[in-house]
């Protein structure tokens, strides 16, 4: 073999682990970031990361190029859309089955009512995952229906937690949770919290709910406090601090 043959060897043998290096650091780049950032400086990435600034630099075109990282007028860095899409992919792939459906059966079998978990989708609300009452007369939605955003207790709580302004809406911020007798169908009541992701990015609402003959105002305060604890197991899993959803329910 000739010497050009040998370099080109030698080259493919070592592409691999530079490959990898390479996305070693830039993984370690986005590692960099915590909750509490808005932005960082190079000098701040370099301090976190331990690569140098032309490292960095190098690495940071890349991932600017696949939004994954942005760059602010200020020459400051900060995560880049990409992330959030990714994000989200994460949140309704397998995993968020994992983490939901155990709190959800939890749930649903200390109460022996249904439990299902909202997404918002614009301006109405989509039924994600559900787990069913053990009662044979039972308030049916089904996975992947849709239903109106500002009626119902899982509604409201997305509405309230998506910026919505008035009343219910601030209590509902206030008390991390909204009951409702009534309010979407007349024979149905409800009682919902919210669940959130890294960056107390909101995910959905946890619903607890019945037929109102069986499920009155006073079943569903007395179930507040379990489905706050739920809500905030679920948010601690997803790698968000619960704290307020933790105080929420030593409040009721």
């Given at each position: 073999m000739d010497l050009a043959g040998k370099s080109a060897d030698a080259e493919i043998r070592r592409a691999p682990a530079?490959?990898?290096?390479?996305?070693?650091?830039?993984?370690?780049?986005?590692?960099?970031?915590?909750?509490?950032?808005?932005?960082?400086s190079l000098a701040e990435?370099?301090?976190?990361?331990?690569l140098y600034k032309s490292t960095i630099l190098?690495?940071?075109?890349?991932?600017l190029r696949g939004q994954l990282l942005e760059r602010l007028d200020d020459g400051r860095y900060r995560v880049g859309p990409a992330t959030f899409r990714l994000g989200a992919l994460y949140q309704r792939s397998v995993v968020a089955v994992d983490i939901l459906l155990p709190i959800m059966r939890d749930l649903s079998e200390r109460s022996w009512e249904s439990v299902a978990f909202?997404?918002?989708?614009?301006?109405?609300?989509?039924?994600?995952?559900?787990?069913?009452?053990?009662?044979p007369i039972r308030y049916t939605i089904r996975e992947g229906d849709v239903l109106p955003l500002l009626v119902g207790s899982g509604g409201r709580v997305l509405a309230a937690?998506?910026?919505?302004?008035?009343?219910?809406?601030?209590?509902?911020?206030?008390?991390?949770n909204c009951l409702a007798v009534g309010d979407r169908d007349p024979e149905t009541a409800g009682v919902s919290a919210p669940v959130f992701g890294p960056?107390?990015?909101?995910?959905?609402?946890?619903?607890?709910?019945?037929?109102?003959?069986?499920?009155?105002?006073?079943f569903l305060?007395?179930?507040k406090r379990?489905?706050?604890?739920?809500?905030?197991?679920a948010t601690r899993a997803f790698g968000e601090d619960a704290t307020m959803l933790e105080q929420a329910s030593l409040a009721v």
């Open positions: 530079e490959g990898v290096a390479a996305l070693d650091r830039a993984v370690a780049i986005l590692d960099a970031f915590t909750t509490a950032d808005r932005s960082l990435i370099a301090t976190r990361t331990g190098r690495l940071a075109n890349s991932l909202y997404v918002r989708s614009g301006d109405v609300r989509t039924c994600l995952y559900r787990v069913e009452s053990k009662h937690f998506s910026g919505q302004q008035g009343e219910p809406y601030e209590t509902i911020r206030k008390t991390c960056g107390r990015v909101l995910l959905g609402a946890l619903t607890l709910a019945g037929p109102s003959t069986r499920v009155d105002a006073a305060q007395r179930m379990p489905l706050l604890e739920a809500a905030a197991r």
